[in-house]
């Protein structure tokens, strides 16, 4: 195994960083696919480098990372492995929402400094558990005792704070989602083995119960009406869009970049400049949307409305379906060998179809967008 020096966290070697690590993780790929087992020896390698800190602040004991050059990491180690950048990923968008209140002056610079000096891993079911949530909290002295199964949580294997929510049915206010940290060493907190995918198998993204779990009325970050839109979404939606994105486009990459070099053999065949010609437009498609969405987040300075959400889905919707797309072509330009699991293409094909089910899918996004379009409350 190749050995990644962690001096080369300066600012201008993250790209260098990301190129090291996923020819690391390229080699171990295909065998947690095989076995649906979690990427653990690849997080120990991100730990030592310290990407789970990457974005933090400098002053804080962070990488410094800009938001640009992490979407950059993502889309890089995705090119290795895929399963590996989208846990990441999940961890860095909580990471990056904090990141953005801190800027913004709010007190979160206790949790900054504990995952800069820890390495702590935080694990989101927020996609999951979305504006409705899911799980029952009831009220006792001196906070919550909550309920719950979540699932998706990407990253479980190595978790040490669950970020989640539950329902409170509030006698005055009807029902209300509260939003809290919990540790994984926590009691009643238990993680399932249970997830068995058709794609992205080496996440862990297992179910999460919630057993009784106590959590501290200081500890609840957020209170809204369950069902709405809430203004904090808008940041949620700006900061995770496009660090998920940058997974899924390395994957098409990835994919790209095994049919070029595979259909060399063939450059006789007449047909061949269309096939690839038309994959190379729908990755550039993809490429175009990515970078839209990250200058949308202009490096933190977003403005964090619904249309800014709303141009954030649209470029969802646009990316993921040239994504989805450009894969498809890459096998069908290949041809026949591209269904033999050695060359890698079908487990990034899998891998690729898994972007439709992050937030929000397509029928939703028209939804949302027309809503906005409209300036009527957006459903989400």
Known sequence: MQQVNSDTQAASNWEQ???DLASNFAANAAQ???NDTFVSDNFNQLKQNKLFSACVPTELGGGGASYSEFCNVLRIMAQGCSSTA??????SHLLAANVWKFSKGQPVEGLLKRIANEQLVLIST??????HASGTAEKVEGGFKVNGRKVFASGS???DMLISSAVYDDPEAGPTVIHFPVPFSAEGLS??????AMGMRGTGSNDIHLADIFVPEESIALRRKQGEWHPFFNVVTSVAMPYIMSVYLGVAEAAAAITREKVQFKRHDPHLPYLLGEMETLLTTAQIAWREMIALNDNFNFDPSNVTASKMFQCKTIAANAIIACVEKCLETVGGGGFFRNMGLERLLRDA????FHPIPEKRQH??????ALDIAPLG
Do not use: E
Request: no cysteine; charged share 15%.
């Open 157 to 159: 294997p190595a978790g």
């Open 86 to 91: 989208l846990a990441l990923s999940m961890h």
């Open 367 to 372: 939804h949302f967008t027309g809503s906005v």
């Open 17 to 19: 960083l990301a190129q």
């Open 191 to 196: 993680v399932s083995d249970t997830w068995r």
């Open 126 to 131: 927020g996609a999951s558990d979305w504006l």
């Open 32 to 34: 947690h696919d095989d």
């Open 353 to 356: 179809h898994g972007v439709q």
